[in-house]
């Protein structure tokens, strides 16, 4: 297909938050009547909520109504998300961060993997180059090459490092409560280091890791963030007696910020895809290099975390 003018790529952002500006340009295209018949059934809520255009409302708290009218009264991208943060959620900066990284991987590993290689392949492209919709979309409409996708260097196991820290009771960061995933794992690392298990450096790294809680980048960090709970908190009632899971994570949902299973799902897809063409791969291949393995022997940071504790790799999905 050529390409659509005034139509942004879903890779457009502005202060950070990606596919905002394209969705505006689809409601103004739309109402001049120069958005081509194929896109407007997939236009706002379309498709069960499953959209871009779905989720990305839902991300700010606004309808695609009350967005659509305001964009039809004029003014910048700028103006419009100033509005929006004035009538929405005012999502944080990690927050937005959080949602780009989501969205811009979407496709990759997850259960829409398989719609997007389907798609590639009916399109005459190859489904194991282009590995996200964000870069189907934009080979698609022109503003991007399928020739400046290649093949990434993968070479899947099976790997082992030389001596695995192997820990019992320790489960692997995949492993979710109630669709939360990681949450297991800061519950038993707590425990583990109570009684005296958990490595010295491992206890000392728990939490914020001794800095601003606010921007510490841990994975306990991440997920007391995300739930607005507080890590002393929570590790005082894990070291009273309350060691199971979901008792907790009733509790984190009751006094934190209660976010929605949506809002659930995209944080733990982007805590699932940590490593992988964002800003912590060369803290993954680092690690990688550091165990004597290749920098592109896993993808993630959970496949490391994995890896490092003697587990098996987990089957990857397409």
Not at 23 to 48: E, Q, T, W
Request: hydrophobic share 40%; charged share 25%; aromatic share 12%.
């Amino acid at each position: 297909m050529p390409s659509i003018p005034g139509l942004l790529s879903p890779y457009a952002s502005i202060e950070g938050l990606v596919y905002f500006p394209r969705m505006l340009s689809k409601i103004r295209l739309h109402a001049a009547g120069k958005l081509p018949l194929d896109y407007v059934p997939y236009l706002g809520d379309a498709f069960a909520g499953k959209t871009f255009d779905s989720r990305c409302r839902k991300f700010l708290g606004v309808t695609y109504k009350e967005l659509a009218e305001r964009t039809l009264e004029g003014g910048s991208d700028a103006e419009i998300l100033a509005w929006e943060r004035s009538h929405g959620k005012n999502p944080s900066a990690e927050e937005i961060a959080i949602w780009s990284a989501y969205s811009t991987k979407r496709g990759w590993r997850d259960e829409a993997a398989t719609q997007r290689a389907n798609w590639a392949s009916e399109e005459g492209f190859d489904p194991e180059a282009i590995l996200t919709f964000f870069d189907l979309i934009d080979v698609i409409e022109g503003t991007r090459k399928a020739t400046d996708f290649t093949l990434e260097p993968f070479h899947p196991g099976p790997f082992t490092v030389p001596h695995p820290t192997i820990i019992p009771g320790l489960p692997s960061p995949y492993e979710e409560t109630d669709g939360l995933i990681y949450f297991p794992r800061m519950i038993a690392k707590i425990i583990l280091a109570a009684e005296g298990k958990l490595p010295e450096a491992w206890a000392k790294a728990r939490g914020s890791m001794g800095g601003d809680p606010a921007t510490v980048q841990s994975f306990d960090a991440y997920c007391c963030r995300f739930l607005g709970i507080n890590y002393e908190e929570l590790e005082s009632k894990v070291l009273a007696g309350e060691t199971d899971p979901s008792t907790l994570l009733a509790w984190s949902l009751e006094v934190g910020t209660h976010p929605n299973s949506d809002e659930i799902t995209i944080w733990s897809t982007f805590l699932r895809k940590r490593g992988w063409r964002d800003d912590y791969t060369h803290h993954l291949i680092f690690r990688l290099e550091e165990a004597g393995l290749s920098g592109d022997a896993v993808r993630t940071m959970f496949d490391y975390i994995d890896l490092d504790e003697g587990r098996p790799l987990r089957p990857l999905l397409v």
